[in-house]
């Protein structure tokens, strides 16, 4: 057995205590060999430290396309020639996708909005779509509107928003390689101010942005430092149009290599699928890294690409007797 697994063993199954930086490294570094058996640790980590249950969440996109950052890897970007054009969603349909979101089983319903930050506009269409979903669905509501100010924060725990993502998408270090319209510092100020408001922090990133595999394992520290309490995990699917859209796909034992490495970082966190798990992964993939640390998922659609069918993944976990979250309002 490697000494990075025993030592993960003492350190995180036994203590709770994450891996650091240089941990996380030789986790994304291990043989083929060796792989099984970090996900088998990984798995006893989510087991000991977060149980069984699956947190299930649905995505859907207030205001799709037409944003002005440069954020290399994504189609809803103005600035870039892929085929996404800026829509707008009305109120009534986002309450009809909050019902279907809850109709999968599903506790967590996140509203999106491809934009730099919100604007009046977009603060008045989010509170009245969040008032809509809590007169008629029984689902959390969650939000992911870009970069905020400490009103709009304020704002949105008014609305009885309880949970707000804003991903780093990738270290510090790599993060100028990817957007060039914004800062990472600038997202971190946000992701403090959600954490002081008493908001539920959610933060991940994309793997296979071009970074090396020590900017993985530093991206690994550096979310753990922010201690999340959802950390998606997304596996690039190449956007046509956009300046990442000939990268490579992620490796099927790389992205899972980076499943165990970041669950052993963050032993507590909720560890989500997100996009490109379909095309990275694929169903064995898939069944491999819900028991190599993943204890959450995103079902159906994302926000420009298409998913696997909410059906598909409720049954891949039944199938491995893991129980979905009920819905608490006392998250």
């Not at 169903?283 to 079902?299: E, K, S």
């Amino acid at each position: 057995m490697p000494e990075i697994l025993d030592q993960a063993r003492a350190q995180v199954l036994e203590n709770g205590v994450g891996l650091d930086e240089a941990g996380a490294l030789a986790v994304l570094n291990l043989p083929d060999e060796h792989l099984p058996a970090a996900l088998q640790l990984a798995h006893e980590v989510r087991m000991r430290w977060c149980g069984p249950e699956v947190e299930v969440e649905g995505i859907v996109s207030l205001k799709t396309g037409g944003c002005p950052e440069d954020c290399h890897f994504c189609s809803q970007s103005g600035l870039f020639t892929s085929p996404v054009r800026a829509v707008w969603l009305d109120i009534p349909s986002l309450v009809e996708a909050a019902r279907q979101t809850a109709a999968t089983g599903a506790t967590e319903f996140c509203i999106v909005a491809a934009v730099r930050g919100p604007d009046a506009r977009l603060m008045k269409q989010m509170r009245e779509g969040v008032a809509a979903i809590k007169a008629e669905v029984d689902i959390q509501v969650a939000a992911s509107l870009g970069m905020l100010s400490q009103e709009q924060v304020d704002e949105l725990v008014d609305m009885g928003v309880h949970r707000y993502n804003h991903n780093l998408e990738t270290c510090r270090s790599y993060f100028p390689n990817v957007v060039t319209t914004h800062t990472w510092e600038e997202r971190w100020d946000t992701l403090r101010m959600v954490r002081d408001s008493g908001m539920e922090v959610c933060c991940g990133g994309i793997l296979g942005l071009g970074e090396t595999v020590e900017q993985r394992a530093e991206f690994a520290a550096q979310l753990a430092e922010l201690n999340p309490h959802e950390v998606p995990l997304n596996f690039l699917n190449p956007r046509p149009g956009t300046p990442l859209g000939d990268r490579p796909v992620v490796e099927g034992k790389d992205a899972l290599r980076a499943i165990a490495a970041f669950r052993l970082a963050m032993p507590r966190t909720i560890l989500r699928y997100a996009g490109g798990r379909e095309l990275t992964l694929g169903d064995l993939g898939t069944r491999d890294g819900l028991l190599g640390g993943i204890n959450a998922v995103i079902v159906g659609n994302y926000l420009t690409t298409l998913g696997r069918p909410a059906t598909d993944d409720l049954k891949l976990l039944d199938d491995l007797k893991m129980p979905v979250k009920a819905l608490s309002a006392t998250l």
